[in-house]
């Protein structure tokens, strides 16, 4: 069965320092995986994705992520970070083309202090 | 181009009574998604259309029913609102399922007194 961990529920960093948002997945299958960011009362929009292409993702914004497959990890990253940063992130992990269930994690939220 | 929108944007129930949440995409996908969030659980699943004219059952489905009325429309009924429904609601829609990425609406607040 697919699951999807986000080890930190809450992450505070300083304007201009690196942010890493951790993500561990379970799969049995070769996964897709996701982030999305979520502004305060705001829907969801997708920040990058993984598809079996390249291992090391870039998305929207200066964010990037790494898959490695050894460790079951997708973690986000942003060299520097900006107080418009400041939300809640979700990773997200499916299977290929057959699923329709997307297994969302609980969401990390990052605070960015001035 | 809109995306995915969702109506209304806020709501307020008592106990046992009953609403549809209305949600429209306009990019043209085939695969629709009703969630629901709550703090702490992140996004779950409470039916999918992959298709139109098909609609499936997702992780927590009980007290809600569905209607894919078009390719465009996938509409979310509580028949007897309750308490534990008190959610933020997330309309999606993806050109297919599996890999494809998914595009949220703004969301429905829903209170249930």
């Known amino acids: 069965a697919q699951s999807v961990t986000q080890l930190d529920s809450h992450v505070s960093v300083s304007e201009g320092t690196p942010v890493l948002l951790r993500c561990n997945y379970s799969?049995?299958?070769?996964?897709?995986l996701f982030w999305y960011v979520q502004h305060p009362n705001k829907g969801l929009q997708l920040l990058l994705k993984?598809?079996?292409?390249?291992?090391l993702v870039k998305g929207i914004n200066g964010f990037e992520a790494e898959f490695k497959k050894s460790e079951t990890s997708f973690h986000l990253t942003k060299p520097s970070a900006h107080m418009s940063d400041a939300a809640e992130y979700f990773c997200?992990?499916?299977?290929?083309?057959?699923?329709?269930?997307?297994?969302f994690g609980t969401g990390t939220r990052l605070k960015v202090l001035a | 181009n809109a995306g995915v929108t969702q109506t209304p944007k806020f709501q307020v129930l008592k106990t046992g009574q009953s609403m549809t949440l209305q949600c429209a995409q306009d990019m043209n996908h085939n695969s629709m998604y009703w969630y629901r969030q709550d703090p702490g659980m992140g996004l779950r699943l409470i039916y999918y259309s992959a298709s139109e004219g098909t609609t499936d059952k997702g992780e927590v489905p009980n007290g809600y029913n569905v209607s894919r009325l078009n390719k465009r429309e996938f509409s979310l009924r509580l028949e007897s609102a309750a308490p534990s429904q008190t959610s933020v609601y997330f309309c999606?829609?993806?050109?297919?399922?599996?890999?494809?990425?998914?595009?949220f609406g703004p969301g429905t607040r829903l209170l249930v007194l």
């Open positions: 799969s049995s299958y070769s996964p897709s």
């Open positions: 999606a829609s993806s050109e297919k399922g599996g890999r494809e990425t998914q595009y």
């Open positions: 993984y598809t079996s292409a390249a291992t």
């Open positions: 997200v992990v499916t299977l290929d083309s057959g699923t329709y269930k997307y297994i």
